[in-house]
């Protein structure tokens, strides 16, 4: 099962449903598709679509989903990498009006760097992305925040 999440930005993300829909009727993706469509509105024949998960639903497909298809959402990819799942994501452009600004291009651009995720830079076909998925291995997520407490203490101590 693969798990397409958009999150709750109240913004739509038309172009990654595009994409995915299409992989599918191509036959590039043959798993069942289950959809978190958030604000955007899709209706398909080929993935299950659902405005949103509770918690308990969204976590079981998080933890079983062999592949997690994602906007640049920190909190989904956050949750993708403790559950040590493979992740594709894409960037909500500000020219298309899926965000007000172009941030998740650098978030993104910064966890593929480090091995964690794969960045769909394109849309038009993520044929490659999803075979690339197929031997990728992310790396280990390793959580720093006692070392981020340290440092707002530290700096809240010095100010």
Request: aromatic residues 8%; hydrophobic residues 40%; charged residues 30%.
């Amino acid at each position: 099962m693969i798990l397409v999440t958009l999150g709750t930005n109240d913004k739509r993300f038309d172009r990654l449903l595009a994409a995915v829909e299409k992989a599918v009727k191509e036959g590039a993706i043959t798993d069942e598709v289950v959809v978190q469509a958030g604000y955007t509105s899709w209706q398909s024949d080929c993935m299950r679509v659902t405005d949103y998960l509770d918690r308990e639903a969204f976590d079981e497909y998080m933890r079983t989903a062999s592949l997690i298809i994602c906007h640049g959402g920190v909190g989904t990819i956050m949750t993708g990498l403790k559950n040590g799942r493979k992740i594709l994501a894409a960037a909500r452009l500000q020219k298309y009006h899926e965000h007000v600004n172009d941030h998740q291009i650098q978030l993104l651009e910064a966890f593929e760097k480090r091995g964690y995720l794969i960045y769909m830079r394109e849309l038009d076909d993520i044929r490659p992305y999803l075979e690339k998925a197929r031997d990728f291995e992310p790396a280990m997520y390793q959580s720093n925040t006692a070392g981020m407490v340290r440092l707002i203490e530290d700096w809240i101590e010095k100010n």
